[in-house]
Antibody, heavy 119, light 110 residues
Framework: QVQLQESGPGLVKPSGTLSLTCAVS?????????WTWVRQPPGEGLEWIGEIHHNGGTNYNPSLKSRVTMSLDKSKNQFSLELTSVTAADTAVFYCARQYTGDDAFDVWGQGTMVTVSS | QTVVTQEPSFSVSPGGTVTLTCGLS?????????PSWYQQTPGQLPRTLIYNTNTRSSGVPDRFSGSILGNKAALTITGAQADDESDYYCMLYMGSGISVFGGGTKLTVL
């Protein structure tokens, strides 16, 4: 079965760029699924960041769109998130997830990775 | 910008039934919003309960059900158990590839 694992720096400096990768195991990333990033600031709710498809399609949260870039590497079976110009407000647990084929919900979640923005 | 609304908190007695709702600050929720529901206990990753309004995710007991009630999406838990005490989030598809989570409902079982 498909498993997802986030990785990346746990600490990013203000004004810097947050970069995370989600490794997909147990299945191919080149399926008819959207691959998604969700974040959760400490003590707060979930926020949908955006999604990417292996055909190159992307959709981003309008409130983050100017700072977000998602990419996908078929050879490594992984997808990535970049968030620029970060501030303390971007401190959160970041989850990657796979969307059900043809449905707007998630059937597989990564364990999540905590990223702190601090100098 | 349309906001997805949820009750901040709710309580239910063990064995009781509770219905959590998911609405819009402007407009009505319909099946076209493909509402989904997630359960999260503190420190854990979210668990998908319901998608496409009323389809239970694999392994989710039939005590959990989804529906549209009036102008909102709804998650009903029947026969509430102590380990149902969690945060519950809904998510709606807003069109143009964009999804939005609600603020979450903290459910207490007591």
């Amino acid at each position: 079965q498909v498993q997802l694992q986030e990785s990346g720096p746990g600490l990013v400096k203000p004004s810097g760029t947050l970069s995370l990768t989600c490794a997909v195991s147990g299945g191919s990333i080149s399926t008819d699924n959207w691959w998604t990033w969700v974040r959760q600031p400490p003590g707060e709710g979930l926020e949908w960041i955006g999604e990417i498809h292996h055909n190159g399609g992307t959709n981003y949260n309008p409130s983050l769109k100017s700072r977000v870039t998602m990419s996908l590497d078929k050879s490594k079976n992984q997808f990535s998130l970049e968030l620029t110009s970060v501030t303390a407000a971007d401190t959160a647990v970041f989850y990657c997830a796979r969307q059900y084929t043809g449905d707007d919900a998630f059937d597989v979640w990564g364990q999540g990775t905590m990223v702190t923005v601090s100098s | 910008q349309t906001v997805v609304t949820q009750e901040p908190s709710f309580s239910v007695s063990p064995g009781g039934t509770v219905t959590l709702t998911c609405g819009l600050s402007s407009g009505s929720v319909s099946t076209s919003y493909y509402p989904s529901w997630y359960q999260q206990t503190p420190g854990q990753l979210p668990r998908t309960l319901i998608y496409n309004t009323n389809t239970r995710s694999s392994g989710v007991p039939d005590r959990f059900s989804g529906s549209i009630l009036g102008n909102k999406a709804a998650l009903t838990i029947t026969g509430a158990q102590a380990d149902d005490e969690s945060d519950y989030y809904c998510m709606l598809y807003m069109g143009s590839g964009i999804s939005v989570f609600g603020g979450g409902t903290k459910l207490t079982v007591l």
